[in-house]
Nanobody, 119 residues
Framework: QVQLAESGGGLVQAGGSLRLSCAASGSFLSINDMGWYRQAPGKARELVAA???????NYADSVKGRFTISRDNAKNTVYLQMNSLKPEDTAVYYC?????????????WGQGTQVTVSS
């Protein structure tokens, strides 16, 4: 089993910054792709940014140039640096990771962390 522990959410004014962290722990051989999703009230969950274990990244158009995803493979941790935050970035942010065990590759989710951007 794999646990994803998120931290770093909070309340910030528009134009401000936050950094989210997500550490994977538990029983696994390796962590593959990691990413951040978000879900605003009344909306579907959407991909914000993703990163492979080789460091290739992918971003939603709405956050390109403002958010940066990175990871520390030695710590099985992924980060999301969020700059120039806008009220429309307000959502619950979820960490996602693919973890490989001896027999399978499974998808895991964190519990979510609230990000609120005030205007």
């Amino acid at each position: 089993q794999v646990q994803l522990a998120e931290s770093g959410g909070g309340l910030v004014q528009a134009g401000g910054s936050l950094r989210l962290s997500c550490a994977a722990s538990g029983s696994f051989l390796s962590i593959n792709d990691m990413g951040w999703y978000r879900q605003a009230p009344g909306k579907a969950r959407e991909l914000v940014a993703a990163i492979t274990n080789g460091g290739s990244t992918n971003y939603a158009d709405s956050v390109k140039g403002r958010f940066t995803i990175s990871r520390d493979n030695a710590k099985n941790t992924v980060y999301l640096q969020m700059n120039s935050l806008k009220p429309e970035d307000t959502a619950v942010y979820y960490c996602n990771a693919g973890a490989r065990s001896r027999w399978s590759l499974n998808d895991y989710w964190g519990q979510g962390t609230q990000v609120t951007v005030s205007s």
